[in-house]
């Protein structure tokens, strides 16, 4: 596979579920990110790893839980979520700060929180 | 605050004419600008970056102009396509947007 691949692409769960979402890349970069996209509003950048440590957290509510074994693998970690956290999720890939040719993104999982 | 924004939600031009996606932003450190494409169901994919020091960079149809004195960045894509029609996010590297979707009649 190449790429950024995200599993699952949909999910429904319900406020007191727990589940997980992964991603994985394949291009040998070294940093990843997660960003949530909801209706109408901006990219919303919620965790950065850069060489698998955490290096940004952009006020994200603590339901919300990042793991990152190592540099081709991220998790987020999800657990009673609310509805309004309903969104589109979307993993990214770069080389750390090289901002000319910028992050590749996986297809997104799109989360309903019910 | 947003950094990013892109104040025109949405954008529909004639195959064949110009189309012109706008930006502001507020933050003038980032070495480079970048623009992604965003068709449905799909993550955004780079589409052309601008580097600070430059005031325009040209790819093909994708031409962005950088204003440094206006914090102000645009994409001219011309002659406009059906493909192109989707939704077009800048960014000043991890920031993002609110994109505007462009749609270009046959």
């Known amino acids: 596979e190449t790429g950024v691949t995200q599993t699952p692409r949909h999910l429904v769960m319900g406020m007191t579920n727990k589940k997980s979402l992964k991603c994985e890349q394949h291009l040998g970069h070294n940093a990843m990110y997660w960003y949530k996209q909801s209706a109408k509003k901006p990219l919303e950048l919620m965790f950065v790893?850069?060489?698998?440590?955490?290096?940004e957290n952009n006020s994200v509510p603590s339901r919300f839980s990042p793991e990152c074994p190592n540099s081709s693998h991220l998790f987020l970690h999800l657990h009673t979520l609310q509805p309004e956290d309903s969104a589109l999720y979307l993993c990214?890939?770069?080389?750390?700060?090289?901002?000319?040719?910028?992050?590749?993104f996986g297809s997104g999982t799109r989360l309903t929180v019910v | 605050d947003q950094q990013v924004k892109q104040n025109s939600p949405s954008l529909s031009v004639q195959e064949g004419r110009i189309s012109i996606l706008n930006c502001d932003y507020t933050?003038?450190?980032?070495?480079?600008f970048l623009w992604y494409k965003k068709y449905p169901a799909e993550g955004p994919t780079f589409l052309i970056s601008i580097s600070s020091i430059k005031d325009k960079n040209e790819d093909g149809r994708f031409t962005v102009f950088l204003n440094k004195s206006a914090k102000h960045l645009s994409l001219h894509i011309v002659p406009s396509q059906p493909g192109d029609s989707a939704v077009y996010f800048c960014a000043d590297d991890m920031r993002f947007g609110a994109g505007t979707r462009l749609t270009v009649k046959p």
């Open positions: 990214a890939s770069s080389q750390f700060r090289q901002g000319d040719y910028g992050y590749t």
């Open positions: 790893y850069n060489f698998k440590e955490q290096t």
């Open positions: 933050n003038s450190m980032f070495d480079y």
